[in-house]
């Protein structure tokens, strides 16, 4: 990559065209989440550096220790987003209850809301492991003029806008969707500016890695236990190769470059699952469908599932069309 190639801001003004809604609004907020991102990874970056490692100290929504970097990150994408004319709304793996935006005069006439998991991960700060971010945008569906209503972040995945991640990695990476095709751009830290380095990603058509944290494997159910064996056999392109970081932002992005399966099952103690459908698996079910590949919760498609509660749980399985087809074939059986 050099830095002849497009930057973020550039790509973003030349293809406002393919934006659903009012195409001006929408770059404004893909803008101020690249520049939020830019201040959580100069963060990022300094962990082990500056006392920002560890426990918060607090609880949050999901049962979780929140971690400095949690809040920080929350904060930073929460300020970003609200002092700009455009959002209405905001839910966050970390916020109890969505936030409402007035907008300018108190008229309560912006577009779009935005849901997010501030950092991803959160685990493998301490450890110098990758961590990451992951937005999802929507425009509202409740009359502009009234403030946002639940309904408006409770709409099937299927109604995203844009949706993205960035990971903090051995380099930081912006990806996301507007339903156009999935785009990659790599921030050069240095002049602070994110270059075109993987221009419309696509998942390879078949893969030879699976994702899972096997260390659940007793309390995973029987078709996923089948799965995962099938996975290990020796056979045909099989054994496969087993990774997993225990970042799903940075599993997804590895298994989407190099062709891959990443789940997380439901288990007998969570018949959900952990992952959250409308802060995690929707937003990477968006770019992995607009990448050719496939997202699902064993049964049927991640983006049809209509959301009952903002920090709603769901069974995952996503990556290589192929793989996850298989994956439910064996669900199936149960
Ligand atoms: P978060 O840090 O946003 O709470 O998400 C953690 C998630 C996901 O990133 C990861 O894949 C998964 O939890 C790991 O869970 P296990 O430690 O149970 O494998
Ligand atoms: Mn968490
Ligand atoms: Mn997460
Ligand atoms: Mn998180």
Do not use: W
Not at 205 to 214: C, F, H, L, Q, T
Not at 238 to 251: H, K
Not at 284 to 309: C, H, V, Y
């Amino acid at each position: 990559m050099s830095n002849l190639n497009q930057s973020l801001g550039e790509f973003i003004i030349e293809n406002q065209n393919e934006f659903k809604y009012s195409s001006g609004e929408l770059s404004r907020l893909i803008n101020s989440i690249r520049l939020a991102a830019k201040m959580v990874n100069h963060k990022v970056n300094k962990a082990g550096l500056v006392d920002i490692v560890g426990k918060a100290g607090d609880t949050n929504i999901q049962g979780e220790d929140q971690q400095k970097l949690d809040v920080y990150a929350n904060d930073v994408f929460v300020n970003g987003l609200v002092n700009r004319e455009i959002v209405c709304g905001i839910a966050s793996e970390e916020e109890d209850d969505f936030l409402s935006i007035k907008g300018r005069k108190g008229k309560n006439e912006n577009k779009y809301v935005v849901l997010i998991d501030p950092l991803d991960g959160s685990s493998n700060i301490d450890v110098n492991v990758s961590v990451g971010t992951i937005f999802s945008i929507y425009h509202r569906i409740s009359e502009v003029g009234t403030p946002v209503q639940l309904e408006d972040f409770l709409q099937p995945g299927n109604k995203q806008v844009a949706a993205g991640y960035i990971v903090y990695g051995t380099s930081t990476i912006f990806v996301y969707t507007t339903g156009h095709g999935v785009n990659g751009f790599t921030l050069n830290p240095a002049i602070g500016t994110y270059y075109l380095s993987h221009p419309n990603i696509t998942f390879p058509d078949k893969g030879n890695i699976y994702s899972v944290n096997e260390g659940n494997y007793v309390h995973f159910p029987q078709g996923v236990k089948d799965y995962i064996k099938y996975c290990q056999k020796e056979e045909e392109d099989r054994p496969y190769t087993s990774r997993y970081i225990g970042s799903m932002v940075s599993d997804f992005h590895r298994n989407m470059l190099k062709g891959g399966i990443y789940f997380y099952p439901q288990t007998s103690q969570s018949p959900n699952g952990k992952l959250r459908l409308l802060y995690e698996c929707n937003p990477l079910a968006f770019i992995a469908e607009q990448a050719g590949g496939k997202a699902s919760d064993g049964f049927g498609r991640i983006l049809d599932i209509k959301p009952t509660e903002l920090h709603q749980r769901v069974p995952f399985f996503s990556g290589v069309k192929s793989m996850v087809e298989k994956a439910e074939e064996f669900m199936a059986h149960y």
